[in-house]
């Protein structure tokens, strides 16, 4: 499995088995979004970026869990070249709590919450995506909609400047579990979402994309987790936020 754990100590050193785990990835097939359009949208780095998350309080912010070493979190981006300028606002990591039960071989819970070391000032380039009261699984063949930073190119190696989002199609996981998907390597749970290509063209999160968010309906359905080494080739995985994912976010921020 190739971790985004594994890019981001990459990009950090420079700058998703056939799965990939996002700790960085840019958007395959997408393009880029009007500026501040997606406010909850955050950045996340180490050295240098390497994740995505969202913030779903003035305080916290989601991510996942292989996304570890996170410093530092940088609100209202929009261009990576300007972060330096209003409208950002950066935020130093003052509390980091992986999923109690996160496996990094099977990727199972592969969510973790952050605690900034301050609250963030909502404006329109930086709010909050308050979390569902509760999430039905998306139906295979309908829309969500990811965005981040990663890579939008297999040949351009790098993190995109701008923020970028593409539409995907949710896969069965019966479908995304047979031989010509991921064949059970790893086991495509009820707590993953696979979604791709329309089979239009090569779609998807890439290195860099991990932790971003997964949309459906304007509802904050899943968060990047792993995909194919070739991204986009495959559809990616997204960590669902179902019920029990739901209640332990909540606990872990009512209990921190």
């Keep these: 499995m190739f971790s985004m754990a594994y890019l981001s100590g990459f990009l950090c050193a420079a700058a ?3 799965t990939t785990a996002g700790d960085a990835a840019e958007i395959i097939g997408g393009k880029e979004v009007r500026p501040h359009s997606l406010p909850f949208m955050a950045l996340l780095e ?3 970026p390497s ?3 969202v913030l779903i309080a003035l305080n916290w912010v989601l991510t996942a869990a292989h996304c570890d070493g996170i410093e530092r979190v940088l609100l209202g981006v929009h261009d990576m070249t300007k972060t330096n300028k209003d409208p950002c606002q950066k935020r130093k990591v003052k509390g980091w709590f992986p999923h109690h039960f996160y496996d990094n071989s099977s990727m199972v819970n592969d969510l973790m919450l952050l605690k900034l070391d301050g609250a963030v000032k909502p404006t329109k380039a930086v709010n909050v995506l308050p ?3 509760s999430n039905k ?3 295979a063949g309908s829309s969500c909609m990811v965005a981040g930073w990663g890579w939008s190119s297999n040949k ?3 993190m ?3 923020l970028m989002s593409v539409n995907l199609t949710v896969v069965d996981r019966v479908k995304c579990n047979s031989p010509e998907y991921y064949d059970f390597n790893p086991i495509i749970t009820k707590d993953m979402i696979c979604a791709g290509s329309d089979g239009k063209k090569e779609a998807g999160t890439c290195l860099g994309d991990s932790g971003g968010p997964l949309v459906c309906k304007g509802n ?3 968060v990047t987790s792993f995909g194919s080494r070739k991204c986009g080739h495959l559809p990616g995985v997204y960590s669902f936020l179902s019920a029990k994912q739901l209640n332990w976010i909540k606990n872990v921020m009512k209990k921190n």
């Design 131 to 133: 979390l569902p009261s």
């Design 156 to 158: 351009v190696k790098k």
């Design 46 to 48: 180490k050295k240098a």
């Design 160 to 162: 995109s400047k701008v």
């Design 220 to 222: 904050l359905v899943g």
């Design 51 to 53: 994740c995505g998350g």
């Design 16 to 18: 998703l088995l056939i």
């Design 137 to 139: 699984d998306p139906l």
